[in-house]
């Protein structure tokens, strides 16, 4: 049987933290980490009481049992006295009656085991039986028992086990085990429970087997009861349907989960590993029972050998496990457990401990600390206290009445926002999730058409929907006795995030249209993004330094913003905004009567959440950046500029001299507080700086302007973070980069101790992991240095901070020269692929025309990306295909694209029953992708049915899976298919048609013959069909470019002559170095001595001999 705690003295630590406990295990380390608590099942709730230097203490609860646990160590070279003093304090501060107690007292007494001579002290009448006797505790251990601590030179009983009365009477048993091989026997003791047995907090996900048994139940239960639905009239009756329809559910759900035993089991554990371990446990026992010392020692060796040879089989097995493990994992993803645990991705679960009220007093139990917590994180509404312009806003509200109404929810909308939602992530309260949802959606789609359709038309947000799950997360590195210091995570029904998301598409689509949204909003926004945030700052600050302007830099942080906003401003703006009646009489619903769970062992406390937008919903985002917008309409002093990312805000003051530029500020800060007490919002001072931008001596740190905030000075820095990027009044970055080098520093360093067993066997993922996660961190905030890459000291600094991931990479000696790190790994130096994505930023994203050498990259060559936002969620047409073989009846049309030779061509022919009736070719631009092609091929074949004056029914082959996706997709990006969708839903208003994919090469006639007339329109003499540049292209035409410079350069480098004779060409490929390093590392550093002109070491003589 698994034990279901686990109270350790002495544990393995690694760097300070616990070693060999699994993952998800709620642990408790006393500082000195010389004690700790496990958890290990997860139906046993936690309340951290006590961490102490050498004591650890938490509650731990099934249902109405109780017990608090103590875990203790007494170090040897310490006094005892204060080691016992630490503990009591500990014993004086719980007021629970079932108090346990487990430790190693490193003391010895008669009281719980014989009297052993060794080198710890007797205690009898010392400072831990007095405590022992004061606090009437009850004494566990059997003085009979086999020795607690045992090795070769002897043994004795120094681990103790306590508890109150009340508990002393639940032990069913207490022994001492000799089942591992450390000198610390385990001791295992089982104490009788008042409740039932510990739960699973949560219930397992569903198998697709059993989801799809709930939705097929669901489907039949709905058609029951489905005349109750279209007989409702009011929000009572709709509450009380949404309750009886989700407890159906829930039902049937739990119905289909097999009851499981809890088991924890070790993979690589087999027969041999069984027989072996009962082997070596004989052996030790009867070693240890000799008393003749020469037979004594006979035994010993035997022992010793069994041992030895246990434990090699132990170590060898489990590596070979694991390195299958290892090869699951990096075969599926990389970016999966590997590196999450070198990017410290994977944090341990947080305990719930007592905090600290507004008088600075430590909670005394759970529902004081929830208590506590939830009024910090989650604070009242005063209406009392409300000004007269927003009592005022109040009765614009209510009194809002619009006559137009929105159009009900489609199916196909409602399942286009179904599949918007993340897949495996944690349900609600009613613990439906989102492939149980899909899946009642695809057997039923009456279902949610139904009942969301009657949401809307009643305005009515049902309330199990409006109740969210809390859960508690300790932000990392904080005193966890703060209440502020947790973040609360919501967890909503996914029915109510899909009807959020459905209003949310159609609100953005209302603001978008009308021009409601600003365009210095770069948060949540299409088409936009930190690097354009970043950007936008850049431009500002460089233009007033253009105009002789002396600039300061002011980053505000509004106070819990998303969670303080004022609802009443986001149903002021939807009024602005004519939203329709129906919509609003919603969202002003929803935002009624909302509340927030916490469970925690059985037990719930509920309170209610009158402020801010609704946490984890899809609407919070538009909410906030809805009533955000209204601070680019304040009336700002001449030379202050706003720009925001969500709740990110930074104000730009310029001025000709120190004293305006204070002036402007001054008075731009006071209308910003205005506003945000308008909204009922504030601005922290603590976390709000001032940065003066010094560069060119303008402005001194010594010297600098003077800001207040709510009549104290902002604090001036020389740099400050916006976004992920340093920023320092010098504008040169330095900070920036300095930092990114030593995170990067770190993640090689993990690679290598952490992770490197995973990546082993196939080191060229380190080379994705490169390409895919280090590059891209260490180009982040390009848009805000971008414009500094001409900089020798930007381009030095760029190919340093590659130099260690790359050292790790190649394998190479720390020696070898930077220059030549790039040409052995095959990637660019990191200052031209800096280039290449800076400027792939500018033409694509800030539609700027940019020179690279001698070629010009205008963004009108490019295909552009259409915003779906523009269009209303309705007409967002989706066209679904089958996968069926041609029949030859009725009109059939094949598509095809081809590639031959650098040249493009794409091609239709259409058949009438089985007969070719005609067909047509077109070469396109030979930049041109095989996918561009395929839809030209489409827009072929719909032209012509355009032209049809039949009413014969017609199909559509095409081979390209690609094609039909993107079509059946409705927010595609791609103008062209927003092209062949119109076309689409023009010709089905007037005749039947239907889209089917049929396998390439396959030998049917159609599409075989649609492949030759594609490839013979590859030689047409002149291009048929212009069309733009594929968006992707631009990549490859920069790298080209890029690769020229970066020849030229390795051409005319000092360094690095011994590695340019072996490779003088550089490329993007993979190198005979990067293939050496399948083989063993010995010959991995061979090679990179023979082309780096390195001394060989040893083993690498041995090699080439």
């Not at 009281?111 to 001579?117: A, I, K, M, S």
């Not at 109404?405 to 993340?422: G, K, N, V």
């Not at 004022?566 to 919603?586: E, G, H, I, K, M």
Request: proline share 6%; aromatic share 10%.
């Amino acid at each position: 049987m698994t034990p279901d705690i686990y109270l350790l003295q002495e544990p393995y630590l690694a760097k300070g933290t616990t070693f060999g406990l699994r993952l998800g295990w709620r642990v408790v380390l006393a500082r000195s980490g010389k004690a700790l608590l496990a958890v290990h099942n997860p139906g046993i709730k936690m309340f951290v009481r006590h961490v102490g230097e050498h004591v650890v203490a938490a509650d731990l609860m099934v249902g109405p049992d109780h017990i608090t646990a103590i875990s203790f160590y007494f170090p040897p070279s310490q006094l005892h006295p204060r080691l016992v003093r630490e503990l009591e304090a500990v014993i004086h501060s719980i007021s629970s009656p079932n108090i346990l107690l487990a430790g190693d007292a490193n003391v010895h007494s008669n009281l719980w085991g014989p009297e052993v001579p060794d080198h710890r002290r007797l205690d009898e009448g010392g400072p831990f039986i007095d405590m022992i006797l004061q606090r009437g505790l009850y004494i566990w251990n059997n003085p009979h028992s086999i020795p607690t601590f045992e090795t070769d030179r002897g043994s004795s009983w120094i681990d103790v086990t306590l508890s109150t009365s009340s508990l002393y009477h639940r032990k069913v048993e207490w022994t001492v085990h000799r089942t591992i091989l450390s000198d610390h026997n385990p001791i295992v003791f089982q104490v009788k429970g008042l409740g039932q047995s510990p739960a699973s907090p949560c219930p397992p996900r569903l198998s697709q087997r059993q989801i799809t048994k709930v939705a097929k139940a669901a489907q039949m239960y709905f058609h029951q009861i489905e005349h109750e639905l279209a007989e409702i009239s009011s929000r009572n009756q709709l509450a009380e349907w949404v309750t009886k329809f989700t407890t159906f559910i829930q039902n049937a759900g739990v119905a289909t989960i097999p009851s499981l035993l809890d088991k924890l089991e070790v993979p690589w554990w087999d027969s041999t590993l069984e027989i072996q371990r009962k082997k070596t446990r004989a052996l030790r026992a009867r070693f240890l029972r000799c008393r003749q010392p020469r037979e004594r020692l006979h035994r010993r060796m035997i022992y010793k050998k069994e041992q030895a040879y246990y434990k090699y089989l132990i170590k060898s097995k489990s590596r070979a496990c694991f390195h299958e493990l290892c090869l699951q994992l990096t075969k599926q993803n990389p970016f999966q457990l590997p590196y999450k645990l070198v990017a410290r991705k994977l944090r341990s679960p947080t305990l719930l401990q007592r905090v600290r009220d507004s008088h600075g007093v430590l909670t005394s139990d759970v529902p004081d600390t929830i208590r506590v917590i939830i009024h910090q994180l989650f604070p009242s509404e005063d209406i009392t206290a409300e000004t007269l312009e927003q009592r005022t806003i109040r009765e614009v509200v209510s009194a809002y009445a619009e006559s137009t109404l929105d159009p009900p929810f489609s199916a196909r909308e409602i399942r286009a926002a179904l599949h918007t939602l993340r897949l495996r992530k944690t349900p609600g309260m009613d613990n439906i999730s989102v492939e149980l949802l899909r899946s009642i959606n695809k057997q039923c789609p009456d279902i949610m058409l139904t009942l969301l359709n009657a949401c809307l038309q009643l305005g009515f947000f049902p309330i199990p929907w409006k109740n969210a799950k809390l859960v508690l997360i300790g932000k990392p590195d904080r005193d966890l006795t703060i209440a502020k210091n947790y973040r609360p995570i919501c967890l909503l029904s996914v029915v109510s995030k899909l009807l959020d998301k459905l209003v949310t598409q159609r609100l953005t689509h209302l603001f978008t249209t009308n021009g409601l949204l600003h365009d210095r909003q770069h948060g949540f926004r299409a088409g936009r993004s930190c690097e354009t945030a970043n950007h936008s700052l850049w431009v500002e600050v460089h233009t007033a330094m253009q105009n002789k302007n002396r600039v300061c830099l002011i980053s505000l942080d509004v106070e819990g913003a998303f969670d303080n906003v004022w609802r009443q401003s986001v149903l002021y703006q939807l009024t602005l905004a004519r939203c329709p009646s129906n919509l609003f009489s919603l969202i002003r619903d929803y935002f009624c009567d909302r509340s927030v769970t916490y469970c925690f062992n059985d037990e719930t406390w509920t309170f209610p959440a009158e402020r801010g937008v609704p946490q984890g919903s899809c609407s919070g985002p538009f909410f906030w950046n809805v009533v955000l917008d209204t601070i680019f309409k304040v009336q700002l002093p001449v030379g202050c500029t706003l720009q925001a990312f969500a709740d990110d805000i930074v104000l730009i003051v310029q001025g000709p001299t120190k004293a305006d530029l204070e002036n402007r500020g001054i008075l731009a800060i006071s209308r910003l507080i205005q506003w945000a007490a308008f909204h009922k919002m504030t601005f922290s001072l603590s976390k709000s700086v001032l940065m003066p931008i010094t560069y060119g001596g303008r402005l001194s740190l010594l010297d600098p302007p003077c800001v207040r905030l709510q009549g104290q000075l902002l604090p001036v820095q020389k740099s400050f973070r916006y976004l992920g990027v340093w920023w320092d009044g010098g504008l040169t970055f330095t900070d920036h980069f300095n930092r990114v080098r030593r995170r990067v520093d770190l993640l090689s360093y993990r690679l290598s101790v952490v992770a490197d067993r995973f990546f082993s066997k196939h080191t060229l993922l380190y080379l994705h992991i490169y390409r895919a996660a280090i590059e891209p961190f260490l180009l982040y905030g390009y848009g805000a240095w971008g414009h500094r890459l001409h900089l020798k000291k930007i381009k030095d600094t760029l190919n340093s901070l590659q130099r260690r991931p790359l050292l790790k990479l190649t394998r190479a000696y720390r020696t070898v020269s930077t220059v030549a790190l790039p040409v052995l790994a095959g990637v660019l130096p990191l200052d031209l692929k800096a280039l290449v994505v800076f400027k792939k930023f500018q033409v694509l994203t800030l539609q700027e025309v940019v020179r690279v050498d001698s070629v010009t990259f205008s963004p009108q060559d490019y295909k552009t990306r259409v915003d779906p936002t523009n269009t209303h969620p309705l007409n967002r047409w989706s066209f679904p295909y089958t996968c069926v073989l041609p029949t030859g009846n009725n009109i059939e049309i094949f598509t095809d694209g081809s590639k031959m030779d650098g040249k493009v061509g794409s091609s239709m022919v259409v058949f009438y029953h089985a007969a070719l009736i005609d067909s047509t070719e077109h070469r396109l631009s030979d930049f041109a992708s095989v996918f561009q092609a395929e839809i030209h091929g489409m827009d072929l074949a719909l032209n012509f049915i355009l032209t049809l004056q039949s009413w014969d029914t017609v199909r559509i082959f095409s081979d390209s899976l690609s094609l039909l996706k993107a079509l059946s997709f409705d927010s595609s990006l791609d103008p062209e298919i927003w092209c062949l969708k119109e076309k689409l839903h023009t010709i089905l208003q007037r005749r039947q048609l239907s889209l089917h994919w049929v396998p390439a090469h396959q030998g049917i006639m159609g599409n075989e013959m649609a492949d030759c007339h594609a490839k013979t329109a590859t030689q047409h003499p002149q291009v048929d069909w212009s069309v733009q540049k594929p968006r992707r292209l631009l990549i490859r035409e920069l790298q080209t470019e890029m690769l020229i410079t970066w020849q030229e350069r390795w051409v005319l480098a000092e360094k690095g002559r011994q590695t340019a004779d072996f490779f003088p060409q550089v490329g993007l490929k993979t190198t005979p170095l990067q293939s050496a390093r399948h083989a063993t590392y010995n010959r991995a550093w061979t090679i990179s001595g023979l082309f780096l002109s390195h001394g060989f070491p040893p083993f690498g003589l041995m090699c080439l001999r």
